[in-house]
């Protein structure tokens, strides 16, 4: 099974990936904002549902192209490590936007806000390249079923972004009220998700391919 190195490893670029600007940050703090916690915490369980249909599409994919086409990993290597520099830029660009930083939207029912989280999350390209690209790197076919190793990845990156989005969905109007207050750390926050997210996309463009 997968080492416990390479789950931490893992953990840790989920943990990035999750705090970086996308769909699903930006749509939950400012539903949390708007409407309340509440709202926010029913907006995250469908974003939840959809990682759920995310990590089963995807553990089911895997398996069958690693053992169709052993050297598609290098396909998915190049494509995660390009899309982890482009957050990286949109994280850094001049102008750009901080997921902290909310836009006003309407009251909604709750059954609309679960499938509003649900919709954003299946359409976010950021959780598609999550599982298509980035988590076959820390699958090694010679450990085990990779069926079994994306399933477990993929519950470890849903538990992360559960909690760390479940926080900022109670939290949202103070924290956004704090980083309005001081712009300069929202331009380190920024950077600092544009470096990590930099040196993730050369590590995992510099990982030796694993063959079946």
Known sequence: ????????????????LVITPGPNMIYLVSRSISQGPRAGVISLLGVVTAFLVHMTAAAAGLTALFMAVPLAYEALKFAGAAYLLYLAWQAVKPGARSPLEPVALPPDSPGRLYRMGVLTCLLNPKAAVLYLSILPQFIDPTR???????????????????????MIALAAAGVSAWFARRPKWLATQRWFMGSVLGGLAMRMALEPRRLL
């Open 1 to 16: 099974m997968i080492p416990l190195e390479q789950l931490l490893l893992f953990a840790a670029t989920a943990v990035v």
């Open 144 to 166: 085990g079923s990779v069926f079994a190793q994306s399933v477990l990845l993929g519950c470890v990156q849903i538990a992360i972004s559960f909690s760390f989005n479940l």
